[in-house]
């Protein structure tokens, strides 16, 4: 009997331990973004109304921008990357956007199974009139 609880305590250890690196795998899993890594390569140029300014590829495939004049959301554009590593994005005009700069901001990003968009990396950048 005295020697079931050293290894009831052993067997109680290795299951914890067990347990605790199967948490921390699950976790890394669910924090992975293509790449696996925090820092990016990613940015938008700032750009001019009605011309186009390029993203730079970070770990994603595409490339989500979107714009705003005084609170209002004026453009929004996907764009997957070339084969350089780069996507043109046309800065207006639009129904919504027919002059002016704005407040812009671009996702390097991926579609998870095709329908949902996850992000990888944010840059903000601006457009003048």
């Not at 109680?12 to 990016?40: C, D, H, Q």
């Not at 996507?87 to 991926?110: F, H, N």
Request: aromatic fraction near 10%.
């Amino acid at each position: 009997m005295s020697n079931l609880r050293p290894n009831l305590a052993r067997i109680g250890r290795a299951t914890l331990l067990a347990g605790l690196t199967g948490i921390l795998v699950v976790s890394a899993a669910f924090a992975g973004k293509p790449g696996g890594s925090t820092t990016s390569t990613f940015r938008v140029d700032n750009g001019t109304f009605a011309s186009t300014t390029t993203a730079y590829r970070g770990t994603g495939t595409w490339v989500h921008a979107k714009c705003s004049q005084n609170g209002v959301l004026v453009y929004e554009q996907y764009v997957p990357y070339g084969t350089t590593g780069t996507a043109s994005l046309t800065l207006g005009p639009t129904p919504m956007w027919t002059s002016g700069g704005a407040t812009c901001s671009g996702e390097d990003g991926w579609w998870q199974n095709g329908t949902r968009w996850r992000v990888n990396s944010t840059k903000s950048f601006t457009v003048t009139g």
